[in-house]
Each structure stands twice: as structure tokens, then as C-alpha cells.
């Protein structure tokens, strides 16, 4: 048997194989496992059912640590993206401005539109 196991665990197939299972409730051997494979079934009392629990347990939160590194790392692509102070990409308008603006000769925009379509004050 150890053998045909190439010498490893029939579970893990990378540790030794150094422990014989047996079925628990018909004393058969199945295979020969490594310490840490065989404590393992014994931990589940080899229960197919719980064994499934767990691996859905371990999946989920595989599945759940994965998705909050995504997110993390969204989050960062966006703090890096928009840069505090500063008008977003593309924009013309800066942080506190109306819908008009005054330039150094005191005029608002709308003034000067006026003025260019000849309906300024006169």
C-alpha cells in the first residue's frame, strides 16, 4: 500500500504516509494517511456531511477575505484618483465657485455675455 501511495498521504499527497486509516464502523483499512490527515478525520468523526461543512466554511471565508481586498484596493485606486482641493479631471470649474465668475475686472460672466451680444448697460 505504501507503495502504490508513492509514499505520501492518500489525502494531502504530499506529507508521509505514516498512519493506517481504518473505517471506524467496519475496522477496514482504507488507506494510509500523515498524521495530519488522519487527526483530521478523527477531528470530523468522519462525517462526510460535516467534512462538506467545512469545506464550505473555508470557502466562504476565502470568498468573503477576497472580495474585502478587492474592495480595499478599489477604494485606494479611487483615493489616489481624486486629489482633495483640486477640480475633478476635465473639469472647468473650481471648489467653491457659482455659477458665475469674476475675473480682475470685477465683471461677472454673464455681464460679459450681455456686453458681447451688445445688450450690456450703457
Known sequence: MLRQQNG????????????????HS???????????CN????????DPFV??????????HNERQAMSRLIEASADEADTASRPGE??????????????????TGRTSGARRRE?????DA
Do not use: K, W
Not at 467496519?26 to 495530519?36: D, E, H, I, S
Not at 458681447?116 to 450690456?120: I, K, L, P, T, V
Open 51 to 60: 467534512l462538506q461543512m467545512a469545506v464550505f466554511y473555508v470557502q466562504h
Open 26 to 36: 467496519t475496522g477496514r483499512v482504507r488507506a494510509l494517511l500523515c498524521f495530519n
Open 116 to 120: 458681447q451680444a451688445g445688450e450690456g
Open 8 to 23: 505520501v498521504c492518500a489525502i494531502c499527497r504530499v506529507a508521509p504516509a505514516a498512519h493506517v486509516d481504518h473505517d
Open 87 to 104: 477640480p475633478p479631471v476635465g473639469s472647468q470649474r473650481r471648489p467653491g465657485a457659482r455659477g458665475t465668475s469674476t475675473r480682475s
Open 39 to 46: 487527526g483530521g478525520l478523527g477531528q470530523f468523526r468522519d
